[in-house]
Structures are given as C-alpha cells and as structure tokens.
C-alpha cells in the first residue's frame, strides 16, 4: 500500500478565517512572539554588558569585548528564544505558541492531527524564506493559498487554524 501525497479534507469543526483576516492574526502572532525573542535577547545583551564593563577595566579581557559579549549574548538568546517559542512550546501545549493564544491560533498537520518535532523544526527553519522582503513572502503565500499556509507550511505539511 502507498501513502498519497494528497491531503486529507480538514475536519468541519476546524475554521479556516478569511485571506486578511488570516494574514492580520498571523502577523500580530508573529510580532507577539518575535518580541518576546527579541526582549529576551535584549536584557541577556544588557546584563552581560554590565558583567563585561567591570571585567574590561580591571584588565581581564580585552577592551573590544565590551562591543562583542553583549552583541553575540544577544543574537544566541534570541535565537535560542525564538527556537523554543516556535518547537518547544507548541510541541508541549498543543500547537500553540504564545503569540497563538492571545490570537486564537493553533497548528495542525493537513491530515488533522499533531505536528511532531520534524514539522515544527521544518516550519521555524523556513522563516527565513517567508521573512524575506519584509515578510512579504509569509503575507502571499498565506493570502493566496487555499489552506492559508506559508510556505513553513507547505513544506512541513501543517496548517494554522483559529480555535473556535
């Protein structure tokens, strides 16, 4: 027996919203959850800034650390934050990141169920190409598809519905 390609017709208790309003609750998502990456890359850049200040003048490390050492805690906690928001998060509640909840968002496999790790690793590993030009490419894809999906999506087989 082989599997299709094809996917499986959603359940009718799923809602799939209309083209803007789908793009509007994903993109408030999008800015609710970036911002909590951001603002934790942020305070980790400050607070090793002020460890590093010290350090510096007492002669223990070199002075051009004080520009990297706040710069490079940044960007790997906000990667490291925005990995857990995007995997880890909804693979424990259900397929809603926070940014999800306070929209009324969750993500689905197109056959229905739960995305495993492999599909939310696919789908944040995508970002990348969907926030290209401003993310002008996540707002075609997810206006012009029929499931509403951006190519994070398409890729990893899932689809975000609005929890009724």
């Not at 401003?134 to 975000?160: K, M, N, Y």
């Amino acid at each position: 027996m082989t599997a299709s390609t094809e996917p499986v017709p959603l359940p009718a208790e799923v809602i799939l919203p209309g083209r803007w309003e789908m793009v509007a609750r994903r993109g408030l998502q999008n800015l609710l959850d970036s911002s909590l990456a951001i603002g934790a890359g942020c305070v980790t850049g400050l607070l090793a800034g002020l460890v590093v200040t010290p350090v510096v003048r007492w002669g223990m490390v070199p002075p051009m650390t004080i520009l990297w050492a706040p710069f490079v805690t940044f960007c790997v906690v906000a990667i490291a934050t925005d990995l857990l928001i995007h995997v880890w998060v909804p693979l424990r509640r259900g397929g809603v990141t926070p940014g999800m909840l306070v929209v009324g968002l969750r993500i689905e496999t197109t056959r229905g169920g739960a995305p495993g790790v492999r599909d939310y690793l696919v789908r944040w590993f995508l970002f990348t190409v969907d926030g290209l030009l401003l993310g002008l490419v996540a707002v075609v894809g997810i206006a012009v598809t029929e499931r509403r999906q951006r190519v994070g999506d398409l890729i990893a087989r899932t689809v975000v519905v609005r929890v009724s």
